[in-house]
């Protein structure tokens, strides 16, 4: 699960963000968004454009310096903020759907 979870954080291009249930929906976990906290604390940020995940309407989620650090970041890639929210009409990334075929045997 966070395998494909950092995957997805992985495809954010510079300039554009993403929520944290966006990110689990593009994974196939949909309504999972705390598993994406827990999938990018636990990877130690390995070169993962954390800073480009937030939460829901675009609104920073962490604490203290951290929240400090994710804006100055966004900031210095040109992302625009409306307030303490990004501005996610302008900078909403907005992942590709899933080619994935059904599991076999699966109807619909």
Do not use: C
């Amino acid at each position: 699960m966070f395998v494909r979870i950092q995957a997805m954080v992985g495809t954010i291009p510079k300039g554009k963000v993403a929520t944290y249930g966006s990110v689990a929906k593009a994974a196939g976990y949909p309504g999972a968004a705390r598993q994406v906290v827990w999938a990018l604390r636990g990877s130690g940020a390995r070169g993962l454009p954390w800073h480009r995940v937030l939460g829901a309407n675009g609104r920073i989620r962490l604490p203290g310096e951290y929240g400090f650090e994710q804006r100055l970041r966004l900031q210095a890639e040109r992302v625009s903020f409306i307030g303490d929210r990004v501005d996610m009409g302008a900078h909403e990334f907005v992942f590709p759907r899933s080619r994935r075929s059904k599991a076999p045997g699966r109807r619909e």
